[in-house]
C-alpha cells in the first residue's frame, strides 16, 4: 500500500468515525475531532497488538497489516505535520509520548516502532504509589505541546494504581489566511439555529473574489492558508447546506467516503453578491472507547491479551494489560487572521454521486454547517467539525 492509497483509506475511516461521534456525542453541541489523531494512537495500539484485537483494529483502519500502519504514521510525523513557519507556512508540531511502569520493559520490537516511527521516548514512571504525579506529568505534556490550547487530557481518577501504560498523541496547528479578513469589516448578522429562533454573531466578510462551488442541496467554501516553501497546500472547507436544518442529511452525504471530498471542491474562484462566514472558537473533548466499540473494536477494551506484543512477559508477574478507556480533546478558532487548532488523544492501559456543479452567486453561512481541515496535495483530514451556534465554545 503506498502513502496516498493509505490516506484515502484514513479518510474514509475518519468520515465513518465522524459520523458515530455526531450522532452519538455531540448532536446538540459545537464539535471538533482530530481523526489523525485517534489514527496514530490506534496505530500503535496495533503495533502491540496479536490475534482478535490486531485484526479488529487493522478493519476498523482499512490496513493490510501494522507496516502499512507504519508507513502512514511515518507520512504523518515526517511530512504532514511538518512544522512550515520557517518558510512562510502553517505552524506545525506533532508528538507523540509514552509513560509504562517502572516494573514493566517494553518488548524490543514495540519499542522500536515507538521510537522509530512515532519517533517517541518511553518514559518509566511509578504508577502504583506515584499516579497522580503521572497524570499531573502527562497533562503538563499535554499543555506544552499543543501551546496552551488544552491544559489536560487525563481527568481526574482516570489514571489509579492499576494503570500500568498511557500513550499520547499531540498536535498543533496555526494557518493564516492567504488573504486575511479585514477586522474592521466584521458585524454582527443572525446566525438561525437547528433548534428554532437565532443568535446575533460577528461575521467576517470580504469583497474578494472566493472558491465556492454549488452543488445538489449545499455549497461549499475553500479557504486556504498561506503556502510555504513545500508542496503542502493546507484548506480549510466549509460544507453549508442550502436548508437551514440541512445539517444532518449533508452529514449523511460526508460520511459516504473520501470520494465525497474529492468530487465536492471548488476549482476556481467566484464573484459574490454576498459573503458572510462566522467566527468561531470550539472545544470538544470525549471518551472514545464505545465509539470505537459500537464500530467493531471490542478486545482491545476486553482481551487480556491485547497488548501482549507491547511488553515483556516475564516482567508483567501474570497481570495481563488491556485498554481501559481512550480520551480525545479538540481546540479549534477561527478569525480574521486564520486558525489555530490543537487535539490530543490518550490511552490508558491497566493489569454519494456528486451533484451537478453550479455558479453560486452567495456565501451566507447564517446556519449549522460542517468544516474540514484539509492537506489538498495528499487529501489528508486533519480535523473535522461542525457549528451549530458560534457563540458557544
Not at 456525542?25 to 494512537?41: L, W
Not at 490506534?42 to 500502519?69: M, N, P, Q, V, W
Not at 491497566?350 to 451566507?364: D, H, I, K, L, Q
Request: charged fraction near 25%; proline fraction near 4%; glycine fraction near 8%.
Amino acid at each position: 500500500m503506498d502513502v496516498l492509497e493509505a490516506i484515502s483509506s484514513q479518510t474514509d475511516v475518519a468520515l465513518t468515525l465522524t459520523n458515530r461521534l455526531i450522532a452519538t456525542e455531540a448532536s446538540g453541541e459545537n464539535f471538533v475531532y482530530s481523526p489523525v489523531s485517534i489514527q496514530v494512537v490506534l496505530s500503535l495500539i496495533a503495533a502491540g497488538s496479536k490475534g482478535r484485537a490486531l485484526d479488529e483494529l487493522l478493519s476498523f483502519l482499512k490496513s493490510k497489516s501494522t507496516d502499512d500502519l507504519g508507513t502512514y504514521v511515518s507520512h504523518v510525523m515526517d511530512f504532514l505535520l511538518a512544522d512550515g513557519a520557517g518558510n512562510g507556512g502553517p505552524k506545525l508540531a506533532v508528538a507523540n509520548g509514552v509513560w509504562v511502569d517502572e516494573s514493566l520493559k517494553l518488548k524490543t520490537k514495540f519499542e522500536q516502532v515507538v521510537s522509530g516511527v512515532h519517533k517517541a521516548a518511553a518514559r518509566q514512571v511509578d504508577f502504583q504509589t506515584k499516579h497522580v504525579e503521572v497524570t499531573r506529568e502527562v497533562n503538563s505534556w499535554v499543555d506544552e505541546k499543543t501551546r496552551g490550547l488544552i491544559k489536560h487530557i487525563l481527568p481526574a481518577g482516570s489514571v489509579n494504581h492499576m494503570t500500568r501504560l498511557i500513550l499520547t498523541n499531540a498536535i498543533y496547528f496555526k494557518g493564516s489566511w492567504t488573504r486575511k479578513f479585514d477586522a474592521s469589516a466584521t458585524r454582527d448578522h443572525d446566525f438561525h439555529l437547528l433548534t428554532g429562533g437565532a443568535v446575533r454573531a460577528p461575521f467576517m466578510t470580504s469583497r474578494e473574489k472566493q472558491y465556492v462551488a454549488e452543488f445538489d442541496g449545499f455549497k461549499v467554501l475553500e479557504l486556504r492558508y498561506k503556502q510555504g516553501g513545500d508542496n503542502r497546500q493546507f484548506s480549510m472547507y466549509i460544507f453549508l447546506p442550502d436548508a437551514k436544518d440541512g445539517l444532518p442529511a449533508l452529514t449523511e452525504k460526508l460520511g459516504s467516503g473520501s470520494d465525497f471530498l474529492d468530487e465536492h471542491t471548488p476549482t476556481s474562484e467566484v464573484p459574490l453578491r454576498q459573503f458572510l462566514v462566522p467566527k468561531f472558537k470550539i472545544s470538544f473533548g470525549f471518551e472514545a472507547s464505545e465509539v470505537l466499540r459500537g464500530l467493531g473494536i471490542v478486545s482491545p477494551f476486553t482481551d487480556l491479551e491485547c497488548l501482549s506484543e507491547m511488553v515483556d512477559e516475564s516482567t508483567t508477574s501474570g497481570q495481563e494489560l488491556y485498554v481501559s478507556s481512550i480520551f480525545h480533546k479538540s481546540f479549534i478558532e477561527v478569525n480574521e487572521e486564520g486558525t489555530e487548532a490543537a487535539a490530543v488523544t490518550t490511552l490508558c492501559g491497566v493489569g454519494s454521486a456528486p451533484g451537478s456543479r453550479r455558479m453560486p452567486t452567495e456565501f451566507v453561512a447564517d446556519h449549522p454547517f460542517l468544516f474540514v481541515i484539509r492537506e489538498n496535495m495528499t487529501r489528508a483530514v486533519l480535523f473535522i467539525g461542525h457549528v451549530l451556534n458560534p457563540l458557544e465554545n
